[in-house]
Every structure is written in structure tokens, then in C-alpha cells.
């Protein structure tokens, strides 16, 4: 009798079964069906950047009504900021803003700081690391006060000009770099409007940046309509708010930090103050002596005695 096979053998000789699924089907797109092979030959394009700036804007207590207009009226142009309550302006102000901003998911901060309930100092900084610039802000004038017949979209995308003195020394570069990235909205914000239909004007004079807004104005009318890239028929109508930023220092971090940049030029306004008090106090003293004067040269002149001083006196 021949030896039986054994199980496993049996198996093994057995000829493998045909895999009668169907094949996978492709992916499809909508330019096609899409192979796994091509997938993994095509290269993923890099991640493209998205701008996601936020801007925290808050004031220091007992600011003046005129400074927490002009705040309020910076807040209604910048759909990407946070408005914030206010804080107290003290020596330790700076860590307190640090993680304000922080808490808020912010990357910038406008902070207004009034003293004396007269002078307004802005602090312009990107959080945490810095940059961080300390403006005194002056020629105040809110859109209230002005009432100019210009008007745009609430949460419209600006332009931003800036003059070619920005480009003449370092640091007006960095504050040219610094405004762009605090009042540049960034595209596809969810509070903005995808249109461009005001401009905010930078413009160095006798070295303070001087701010404006613009209305572009485009008619209307079938006959005037503006065809694509005229510029000819388009006009600027202000809107406001007007300010001055005289910049004072540049600082290297968040609210302090080693000193990058000094105004030479700065004269703080209690200098100011001190200085117009004197000139009225000199006023005052020349008055006074003169004064003096006249009443030494009447004791030292006396007038002759008249003849007729009592010719008209009825008599008695």
C-alpha cells in the first residue's frame, strides 16, 4: 500500500484561487478620474500664508471724552480688532497689556494713554516680542467734530499710502513695516467686506505722520461709469478721523525693552506749558514795572497848579 499524503502537502500543491473582485475604482475630481498612482507622483503644494493679524485696542482710566471718541472711531475703521476694557496706567501697565493680549489671541495692541487729562500718548506694539513705539498724539479731530461729507463701508479693506520719506532712514521703515501690519485689514476676515473703497493716507511733515482717510469716489451714472484701471474720473472725499503721531521712542520689546530709536527733536508738553507760564509771568512783571515807573515820574514832575480850576465852582 502507498503512504497517504499528508494534509498540509495537499494544500500546498493546491494552485492559488484568482482574486476575482473588481479593481478599486478611482477617485474622481472634478476635472476627472484621479489614479492613487498619479496622487502619489504629483508633489502638494506648499501651505499658502494667511494673514492673521488681530488688534487689540483699549485706554487708560480718566481719558478725556474728545481721546475715547477718537478711539472709538479707529475701532468702527478696523473690523479685525478687539476692543478691550480699560486698564490702569501704571509702572506695571506693560506686563498687564501682555497678557491681555495674549488672553485675546491678539499679536498687536493700540493702547491710548491720557494724562493730566491733556496729553494722549499711543502705544503701538506687537506682542509678545516686540517691537513697541510710544507716540504723542496731537491735532485731534474726530469724525463727530468734522462732519465731512465723505462715507464708506463699515468694514471695507483700505489702501494704505504711505510718502517716500518712509524710505529715507531705518527706523520710518519700521514704523512704515509696524502700520501696515496694525491697519492693514488681512484679506477674507470674517467682520470685513471684500472691497477696497477708502484709503488711509501716512505722510511725513516736519517729522511727525500725519493720518487721513479718503473716500474713493467712482460716479455712478451709465454714461460716467468708470471703466476698469481709469483712475481719471475718481475723486477722494475725506471722511476722518484727523491725528498727528509725533513718535517719541522705539522700543526693542513689549512695552519696554532696550531703547532702538530717540526723537532728538521731542519737547514733552509740560516743557511746553512751563514755558508759555513764564512768558505770562514775564508779561506781568513789565506791567508792573511800568507801573512803577509812571508813579516815580508823577512824584518827580508834579503839575503847576492851574488857575482856573475853580472858576466854575458856584459859590457859597
Known amino acids: 500500500m502507498g503512504k497517504k499524503r499528508k494534509h498540509s502537502e495537499t494544500e500546498s500543491a493546491a494552485p492559488p484561487k484568482k482574486d476575482d473582485s473588481a479593481p478599486e475604482r478611482p477617485k474622481r475630481t472634478?476635472?476627472?478620474?484621479?489614479?492613487?498612482?498619479?496622487?502619489?507622483?504629483?508633489?502638494?503644494?506648499?501651505?499658502?500664508?494667511?494673514?492673521?493679524?488681530?488688534?487689540?485696542?483699549?485706554?487708560?482710566?480718566?481719558?478725556?471724552?474728545?481721546?475715547?471718541?477718537?478711539?472709538?472711531?479707529i475701532v468702527s475703521l478696523l473690523p479685525h480688532c478687539k476692543k478691550d476694557s480699560k486698564v490702569e496706567a501704571k509702572s506695571s501697565k506693560g506686563a498687564t497689556l501682555n497678557e491681555l493680549v495674549e488672553l485675546k489671541g491678539s499679536s498687536s495692541c493700540l493702547f491710548f494713554e491720557c494724562r493730566k487729562h491733556k496729553d494722549l500718548y499711543m502705544w503701538m506694539v506687537k506682542s509678545p516680542s516686540g517691537p513697541s513705539v510710544k507716540f504723542l498724539v496731537n491735532a485731534v479731530h474726530t469724525m463727530e467734530e468734522l462732519k465731512l461729507t465723505g462715507n464708506h463701508l463699515?468694514?471695507?479693506?483700505?489702501?494704505?499710502?504711505?510718502?517716500?520719506?518712509?524710505?529715507?532712514?531705518?527706523?520710518?521703515?519700521?514704523?512704515?513695516?509696524m502700520l501696515t501690519q496694525v491697519f492693514g485689514i488681512p484679506k477674507e476676515h470674517r467682520k470685513s467686506k471684500p472691497y477696497h473703497d477708502h484709503v488711509f493716507a501716512f505722510s511725513i511733515v516736519d517729522d511727525h505722520i500725519w493720518f487721513r482717510n479718503y473716500q474713493i469716489s467712482v460716479p455712478h451714472n451709465e454714461a460716467d461709469k468708470v471703466a476698469r484701471g481709469g483712475l481719471d474720473k475718481m475723486t477722494l472725499v475725506e471722511v476722518g478721523p484727523r491725528f498727528c503721531l509725533n513718535p517719541i521712542k522705539i522700543f526693542g520689546g513689549s512695552f519696554g525693552g532696550p531703547t532702538?530709536?530717540?526723537?532728538?527733536?521731542?519737547?514733552?508738553?509740560?516743557?511746553?506749558?512751563?514755558?508759555?507760564?513764564?512768558?505770562?509771568?514775564?508779561?506781568?512783571?513789565?506791567?508792573?514795572?511800568?507801573?512803577?515807573r509812571k508813579k516815580m515820574h508823577e512824584i518827580s514832575n508834579p503839575l503847576e497848579p492851574d488857575e482856573f480850576a475853580d472858576m466854575w465852582k458856584d459859590d457859597e
Not at 498619479?38 to 488681530?54: G, L, S, T, V, Y
Not at 510718502?163 to 512704515?176: E, G, I, Q
Open 30 to 73: 472634478l476635472l476627472g478620474w484621479k489614479d492613487k498612482t498619479q496622487d502619489a507622483e504629483e508633489p502638494k503644494p506648499a501651505p499658502e500664508f494667511r494673514n492673521k493679524e488681530k488688534v487689540l485696542v483699549t485706554c487708560s482710566r480718566r481719558i478725556s471724552f474728545r481721546y475715547r471718541h477718537l478711539m472709538l472711531n
Open 154 to 177: 463699515k468694514g471695507s479693506r483700505p489702501l494704505l499710502t504711505f510718502s517716500s520719506n518712509f524710505d529715507k532712514d531705518v527706523h520710518w521703515k519700521l514704523l512704515k513695516e
Open 260 to 292: 532702538l530709536y530717540e526723537n532728538p527733536f521731542y519737547v514733552s508738553p509740560n516743557q511746553i506749558r512751563a514755558l508759555e507760564k513764564r512768558n505770562k509771568a514775564g508779561k506781568f512783571a513789565k506791567k508792573i514795572k511800568a507801573k512803577t
